[in-house]
């Protein structure tokens, strides 16, 4: 049985419903920011905080865990810098009393939802694993200390991880039973497409002074679907112990601006937005591109799914949403 904490979130909820045609699955989740429609019907849920010993222990003792996946995080970047204690509770001090309950029940695997936000702003255009990682803001440093920490833990106790590191989630199950619903909504796609469905009033860029070829912020982004599936081979390979430690880029290796972006909502919804051009939003590197070289070769995984396939994906979700 696999149990996923912060499995009614966006991601994690993706990967639940994948993941249960195949495991047993358990889901906690203090629905802090996550939905309960979300949730997979197949999987079992508990409602509680990953920061509480005593909901811990109680799954631990009354489920077999074999893994833990870990999606439970706060997530806004603009929101770490105003507010970095909620992310050092959340995201460092409740991921370490996780972590002791695994210790304390024997559970040896963990996956870990990280972040490119963990490397800053990098001087390469493709960023690799191997680069220096010096995060600019509360929520990318939060991230690298657990990174951290699970160095440490394999070291010295029997504990295995997988860490990947996300570029830009975006798009919908393709059923569009889930998609991505954020309140308040920050993320370019939902962004521009709820505009173009006339729920907002026009699209911002943050800046069109980029040193990049159309002056706007370069982003690589990647289906959520896509995502789900590497977190399913990083578990195979934990599992049967091909893998002890490993860190992964999830992402496609192809860079879009975010007028590049707006131009394929455009297409796609064969609407037109109404763009205005801002200050740089504080924080923003010019450009987030992964190479997904290594875990290509050590796990065979490829994002399967183009930008085209993502945006119609988050479109039709959004035509359809449901929560
Ligand atoms: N962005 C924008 N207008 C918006 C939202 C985002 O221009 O209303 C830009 C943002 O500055 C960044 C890119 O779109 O360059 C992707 O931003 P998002 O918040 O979706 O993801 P992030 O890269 O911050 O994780």
């Known amino acids: 049985m696999i149990l996923v904490v912060g499995g009614a979130g966006y991601i994690g909820s993706h990967l639940v419903k994948d993941l249960v045609k195949k495991e047993e699955v358990i889901v906690l989740d203090n629905l802090s920011t996550g939905h309960i429609e979300a949730i997979d019907k197949d999987a079992l849920f508990v409602q509680g905080d990953l920061?509480?010993?005593k909901v811990l222990d109680s799954i631990f003792m009354h489920y077999p865990i074999q893994a833990?996946?870990?999606f439970g995080a706060n997530s806004?970047?603009?929101e770490s810098v105003i507010n970095p204690q909620k992310y050092y509770l959340n995201n460092?001090?409740?991921?370490?009393?996780?972590l002791e309950a695994m210790l304390k029940h024997q559970v040896k695997n963990f996956i870990f939802s990280s972040t490119a936000a963990t490397y800053g702003i990098p001087k390469v255009r493709l960023i690799d694993e191997s680069i220096d990682t010096h995060p600019i803001n509360p929520y990318g440093k939060s991230k690298l200390i657990i990174e951290q920490i699970l160095e440490d833990y394999a070291k010295a106790y029997d504990f295995h991880y997988v860490v990947l590191r996300y570029f830009n989630a975006a798009g919908a199950y393709e059923t569009a039973e889930?998609?991505?619903s954020h309140h308040p909504e920050t993320h370019l796609i939902p962004l521009v497409l709820h505009h173009l469905a006339g729920e907002k009033?026009?699209?911002s860029i943050f800046g069109a002074d980029y040193n990049t070829p159309d002056g706007t912020c370069i982003r690589d982004y990647i289906h959520v679907s896509d995502l789900a599936d590497a977190h399913i081979l990083a578990?195979?390979?934990?599992m049967n112990k091909s893998v002890k430690t490993a860190t992964y880029n999830v992402g496609n290796g192809i860079g879009y601006s975010v007028r590049e972006i707006v131009q394929m909502c455009e297409a796609i919804t064969g609407r037109t937005a109404k763009v205005e051009i801002t200050e740089r939003r504080t924080g923003d590197p010019a450009c987030l591109v992964a190479s997904s070289e290594k875990i290509y070769k050590d796990l065979g995984w490829r994002a399967k799914r183009n930008l085209e396939q993502l945006i119609e994906s988050a479109w039709t979700w959004h035509l359809n949403q449901k929560y």
């Open 178 to 180: 889930i998609g991505e």
């Open 201 to 203: 009033d026009k699209i």
């Open 235 to 238: 578990l195979e390979v934990l």
């Open 76 to 78: 806004l970047i603009g």
């Open 92 to 98: 460092v001090s409740s991921t370490l009393t996780l």
């Open 51 to 53: 920061g509480d010993p």
């Open 68 to 70: 833990v996946m870990h």
